[in-house]
């Protein structure tokens, strides 16, 4: 089975496992307690969401239009099951994004199944291409910081350039990479590059995989994303379109 | 190594009386990008939106780098399935100032570049637009329609893993088309207005 096909097959899958988890749900077979919706979006901030027992499905699977919808709690997650799920859920999403060749609005609706509370910001500057980044209202379980970028055609055609997140320090590299491989389709190249804090996996089709354990330089004054000094040791997952031309190198 | 080659190594340029026909730009058909182009320009347009002109223009890394002429970092350097680089590297040390080469809007705030680093598009007075590659994450406070001074402080240098060092990956383009700057399908992946950084980099170091 080719890799594209095995990756559909694992998001066909996953996205299977939370429709049927919403079906028990709805039809009050749950074998989860299902809680009061969480807080609306705009009143959610990413660090409210930090650390706490919930797992979030959207109402509507099959929509592909760019619905925000309030999630809901499942209580009967311990907090380790709730990060566990929440580390499957996004490196699936990260294998999606760019091996599907996602567009926004997909990956959108993607976020939404898994409980994020997405915004698309696009900016159309002059003499120049559109991007369109998504990030997230809310975090799930011990996660923050998710990132996608898309570059921009005139007729509208967008490309994934980076999709990244992060999770919070404490979390097992060693469990990032067995839920990298499950995403990947069971499989992963060998490392093109690691040390003590990066790992990069480098596939044919021009983009790479990496993980970086961030240390104290990494947290000082983020232009893209903030961070304090007990932030040191948080590991950031991103896949990545090379664009720099230096594809020859191992990250 | 040709004549106009062991001009530019031996940093010496003389940009009047030139023809401005023979500037090299990314959609040249030139069969060896490895010789070192020869810098055009007349005394009415200075090179391409201005470049060329007096007090256009400094240099935009503070100490000077290791040869961006040559090697893997050098503009239209060979890449696999005949890809060329579509910068110019300018090689540093970790955490070396990174300067605005002239006054310009930022017209594309920081953005996730490559493994951590950032890239920063600015568009220059002279309508050129340089796209300023592999810079750190710190933060300077830039946002989009920020003005931005000749020499002002834009980023630092950050080290890659696996690079051959931390470098400043430049990309100058014309500035007077729209559409994505990188571009798939073409040789260089950069959108059609890309030119050749190096004459003016010789030309700024030289003045700087």
Request: net charge neutral; proline share 5%.
């Amino acid at each position: 089975m080719s890799r594209r096909k095995t990756i559909f097959f694992v998001v066909a899958t996953t996205l299977v496992i939370f429709a049927v988890l919403r079906l028990h749900i709805s039809s009050g077979m749950a074998v989860v307690k299902v809680e009061k919706p969480l807080t609306p979006i705009a009143e959610a901030k990413d660090e409210n969401l930090k650390g706490k027992r919930q797992i979030a499905l959207s109402s509507t699977l099959a929509s592909s239009q760019l619905k925000q919808k309030s999630p809901i709690q499942i209580s009967s997650l311990t907090e380790a099951e709730s990060k566990h799920q929440t580390l499957l859920s996004l490196t699936t999403v990260l294998a999606e994004a760019m091996s599907l060749n996602l567009s926004p609005a997909t990956l959108v609706r993607d976020l939404n199944l898994i409980g994020y509370q997405p915004t698309a910001s696009k900016d159309d500057v002059a003499y120049m291409d559109s991007m369109i980044v998504i990030q997230t209202k809310n975090a799930l379980p011990g996660s923050r910081y998710f990132r996608a970028q898309f570059f921009g055609d005139d007729e509208g055609h967008y490309q994934p350039q980076h999709v990244s997140f992060e999770l919070q320090p404490g979390t097992s590299l060693k469990d990032v990479t067995s839920a990298l491989t499950s995403a990947f389709g069971g499989s992963l190249p060998a490392p093109a590059y690691r040390d003590r804090e990066w790992t990069s996996y480098k596939f044919p089709d021009g983009y790479t995989v990496w993980t970086k354990i961030l240390n104290s330089e990494d947290i000082k004054e983020n232009a893209i994303s903030a961070h304090s000094p007990e932030d040191v040791g948080t590991i950031q997952v991103a896949i990545e379109k090379e664009i720099a031309g230096h594809e020859d190198e191992p990250l | 190594m040709t004549e106009s080659q062991d001009k530019f190594e031996n940093g010496g340029i003389n940009i009047d009386g030139f023809n401005s026909d023979r500037i090299l730009e990314a959609d040249d058909d030139e069969s060896d990008l490895g010789s070192a182009p020869v810098i055009q320009a007349t005394a009415s347009n200075h090179g391409a939106n201005g470049l060329l002109a007096q007090n256009c223009c400094g240099f935009p890394v503070t100490n000077r780098p290791t040869s961006f002429l040559s090697g893997i970092g050098k503009f239209g350097a060979r890449r696999k399935g005949g890809r060329r680089h579509g910068g110019a590297d300018l090689y540093g040390k970790d955490g070396q100032a990174v300067l605005a080469v002239a006054t310009g809007v930022v017209v594309r705030p920081p953005y996730y570049f490559k493994a951590r680093t950032l890239g920063l598009d600015i568009r220059h007075t002279g309508g050129f637009i340089i796209r300023y590659g592999e810079i750190s994450g710190r933060s300077f406070g830039l946002a989009t329609d920020s003005k931005i001074l000749k020499g002002q402080k834009i980023g630092e240098m950050k080290y890659v893993p696996g690079a051959p060092q931390a470098m400043l990956h430049f990309e100058l383009y014309k500035g007077n088309v729209s559409g994505k700057l990188t571009e798939p399908g073409t040789p260089y992946r950069r959108r059609s207005d890309l030119i050749n950084p190096e004459p003016y980099l010789i030309h700024w170091e030289k003045n700087k």
